[in-house]
């Protein structure tokens, strides 16, 4: 090895080249931090909106005859509107645990279950933006939790800096601090904002709140189609208005939020999601595994969607965290188990995934159900057939299935094969429809044996996914909090027990199950 000279003007000058050399790799250091910085800038921002308890065709861009909603309406014919979009659960923390993580609800612990928090090992997508570089925040309704970790290693980003509340004077929607959340963002870095309403979620406050010259005339009880699951009464009528007004309330805040963007010249470069995390809050609707229960709007725009366009690809919520990654140039978690929409955004003819997964766990009520979709027929295997899958205790509460139940008692009246169905039990155990040609799933075809190789083929998919993604069927689930008749918290309170697939650490397993 050559050591310096002795000499300080000699060892100056022996050490002149590594000085340069060092000298360089700073300045070169410097320009590459510079370009990741600037190209950091250029990131598109995200905005994802989300409803609480609206069913995929109560937009009247999805032919709603009832709704009123022209600002989502003009998103959809900016961007892409998805007609085959699905749910994992039709159950709020559930399903937006689900979306948030990208991953199956049995695959993220107790958050199977309502109000049951993700594992805390599971990480969100929010957060893996944060860490690259984005600012994140919430405003409106949350339902989300993580368990408390056992020791603070390897422990996921919290996902939001952060967090704006519900409600303000006039508006307990969720929408209130949206605008907020909005021009709180910072101008150096790109953002990605979960901005959720409490509309269409029971009790109506949009009812009281209502604001005309806001959200235009009201919705009346003579305005609405009433759906076949439920029976026609003025108590029903007015029930569904009163829903329908609350859709109404979201869709002027989500046109509000945009036209903000747009004065910030912000909307060139974010990308808008517009989804739900349910089915409306009515019998045979939420937590239900039909479409009526599962089924969702989807819509989204931004730079890389083909303008004015529709797709009948079938799509996953769990497929918005890796979209949304991809998009922003963020590598993707191992935990995410959905697919990239970014194919289809770009041509609308294209498919990322053949099948869709659903899952009923315990929302009030015990229950265990699956389903799968290939984009036309629906198998549902339904593991507590013993039990009827009347809906969540708000719904049992609420009048239009007081009004059923009456009907029901009512030898004179005759309910219909869906009206039937709120109140079955026991129930099949396997149901299979063709959602074409049946779109309320009234007619049971499993069983035949014209569509047997169709029941075997989606059953044995179903049986595969379950075995992948480690799911299972526990002996004992949780039970009823809830009065099945008349919707009353049963006293004393019962708690919860292991939720599937935690006999099979289910919640450490990231198959995508296809």
């Known amino acids: 090895m050559q050591y310096p000279p002795s000499n300080g003007r000699a060892a100056s000058a022996w050490l002149l080249p590594f000085k340069t050399c060092l000298t360089l790799s700073a300045i070169l250091a410097g320009v590459f931090l510079f370009s990741e910085k600037a190209a950091a800038d250029d990131r598109p921002n995200f905005i994802l909106f989300i409803a609480d308890d609206v069913s995929w065709n109560d ?44 991953r199956y609800p049995h695959n993220n612990g107790e958050a199977a279950e309502l109000h049951r928090p993700i594992s805390a090992h599971i990480p969100a997508f929010p957060g893996v933006l944060r860490d690259k570089g984005y600012y994140t925040a919430l405003a409106g309704k949350d339902h989300m939790t993580w368990k408390k970790p056992e020791s603070k290693r390897n422990v996921p980003t919290e996902p939001f800096v952060k967090k704006y509340g519900t409600s303000v004077p006039g508006n307990n929607g969720g929408e209130g601090y949206w605008l907020d959340a909005l021009h709180d963002c910072p101008k150096d870095q790109p953002f990605f904002l979960w901005l959720a309403s409490t509309d269409a979620h029971r009790d109506w406050g949009a009812e009281l709140q209502w604001d005309e010259e806001e959200y235009g005339p009201r919705c009346e009880p003579g305005d609405v189609d009433v759906p076949p699951y439920l029976v026609d009464t003025l108590w029903t009528r007015i029930d569904l208005a009163c829903y329908y007004n609350e859709v109404r309330r979201f869709d002027h805040f989500v046109g509000k939020t945009v036209k903000e963007l747009e004065k910030m010249n912000l909307a060139d470069n974010t990308y808008l999601i517009i989804l739900a995390d349910n089915g409306r809050p009515f019998p045979r609707a939420k937590t239900r595994l039909h479409d009526s229960g599962m089924k969702t709007y989807f819509i989204m725009a931004g730079p ?25 140039g963020v590598k993707e978690p191992k935990t995410l188990q959905g697919r990239s929409l970014l194919p289809v955004l770009q041509d609308p003819s294209q498919s990322i995934r053949p099948l869709a997964f659903s899952e009923h766990n315990w929302h009030d009520y015990e229950a265990h159900g699956r389903s799968v979709r290939d984009g036309r027929y629906l198998l549902i295997r339904n593991f507590r057939p013993n039990l009827a899958w009347q809906g969540p205790a708000d719904s049992v509460r ?64 179903l049986d595969h996914w379950m075995e992948a993604t480690d799911d299972s069927v526990p002996e004992v689930v949780s039970p009823d909090q809830f009065d099945r008749e008349t919707g009353n918290r049963i006293s004393p309170r019962v708690d919860y027990v292991d939720p599937p697939g935690a006999d099979r650490d289910a919640d450490r397993n990231n198959s995508e199950g296809l």
């Not at 890389?304 to 922003?328: R, Y």
């Open 398 to 461: 609420s009048v239009s299935f007081r009004d059923l139940v009456e009907a029901s008692l009512n030898r004179r009246k005759k309910l219909t094969l869906a009206q039937k169905d709120v109140l079955l039990a026991p129930r099949p155990e396997v149901e299979l429809y063709d959602t074409s040609n049946d779109p309320y799933q009234t007619d049971n075809l499993a069983g035949s044996a014209e569509f047997a190789d169709i029941e075997q083929r989606l059953t044995q998919a």
């Open 304 to 328: 890389k969607v083909q303008s004015g366009s529709k797709t009948s690809a079938l799509t996953s919520v769990i497929d918005i965290a890796p979209t949304v990654m991809e998009l922003a």
């Open 59 to 102: 937009l009247s861009c999805y032919g709603s005859p009832n709704a009123r909603t022209p600002e989502i309406d003009a998103i959809a014919a900016n961007g892409m509107q998805f007609e085959e979009a699905y749910l994992t659960a039709s159950s709020c923390s559930p399903s937006r645990s689900s979306i948030i993580t990208g």
